[in-house]
């Protein structure tokens, strides 16, 4: 065959091809085939020796009108196959935002956080500051700086967690027994103002695991030291956080008691919120439920803390979180609080 009419053939086969190739991975073994150092075009040129001289130039010159217009094909139908790729592709990765969404289970603060949040709301209107303690306390801080020096049987109401003693340390390390530490803490850091704060806190005993008692619980300490404060401060204090903690309208009583670092020491007590003073399983039929342990801070401790006793008085409480919660949400075991089964906390 005539070696015009075999280039002419090589090129409609090559447009044919091009037209065929859907993707590109077949467009690029098209070029390699077509266009590339081997490609059937390009071998065309060679041939260009066999040829008369006179034909030569007409023949090159065919072949190169051929390779611009397969190129330019070649990147039209590049072009044409990139944007059908993108197409598809974003019609298969294709977001229909009209549809509902997705919920996402959303967590809430646990009934003690609740509860904690409550008290401190109700303090900071009766002008009461948050004060923080650490809960890894030195045992002076725990036990003998508020008056329960080492052998004294008080001891024996707070079982203690020791830490591992440093090396060579003069001081014992234990996990703080109740909130009362921070008393001297605040007294020590605020010396010579006045003092107004609630101390919340983690609280760690060594004891038996019931229905009533954790080994981890809650303690909110309460601390006013000034010029004139009385016991009738102290008292009034307490039967308004009652009143705005389980409602208005209790009667409230106080009890004398003993604790080493107040005196005189009391009790105060609120009637029975389930039986309203009748007796029942909750008051163990006494008609009362305990709402805190208080005194006047007893001058050996005010001492301590660095305010003279002849010039300054002062009160201290101090009450459980979670088992006030447990009165007012009905809670039967305190062992729920912190077993993390969601069935329990999800009610609050
Ligand atoms: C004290 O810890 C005193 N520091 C309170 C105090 C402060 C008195 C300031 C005077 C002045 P008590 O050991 O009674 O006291 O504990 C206080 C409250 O902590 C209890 O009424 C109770 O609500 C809570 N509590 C005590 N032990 C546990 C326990 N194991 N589990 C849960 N709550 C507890």
Known sequence: MNLFATLEQAYQTAQAALEAAGDTSALEAWYADTLGRKGAITLQVRSVGQLPAEERPAFGKRVNEIK???????????EAIKQAE??????????????????????????????????????????????????VELESYNFDLLNIPEYHPARDMWDTFWMQQIHNSPTRLLLRTHTSPGQMRAMRERYPEPIRVILPGKCYRYEQITARSEHQFYQVEGLAVGKRITMTDLIGTLTQFAAMFYGPGHKMRVRSSYFPFTEPSIEMDMDCILCGGKGCRVCKYTGWLEIAGAGMV???????????????????????VE??????????????????????????
Do not use: C
């Not at 003690?112 to 009766?126: D, E, P, S, V």
């Open 298 to 320: 007893h001058p050996v401790v005010l001492k301590n803390g660095g305010y003279d006793p002849d010039e300054w008085s002062g009160f201290a409480f101090g009450f459980g």
């Open 323 to 348: 088992r006030p919660a447990m009165l007012k949400y009905n809670v039967s075991d305190i062992r729920y609080f912190y077993g993390n089964d969601l069935r329990f906390l999800r009610q609050f």
């Open 68 to 78: 611009q217009a397969l190129e330019a094909a070649y990147a039209a139908r590049a």
């Open 86 to 135: 993108l197409t598809r592709e974003l019609e298969a990765g294709a977001v229909d935002v009209t549809l509902p969404g997705r919920p996402v289970p959303l967590g809430h603060l646990h009934l003690t956080t609740q509860t904690l949040r409550q008290i401190y709301t109700i303090f900071a209107r009766m002008g009461f500051e948050v004060y923080d303690a650490p809960d």
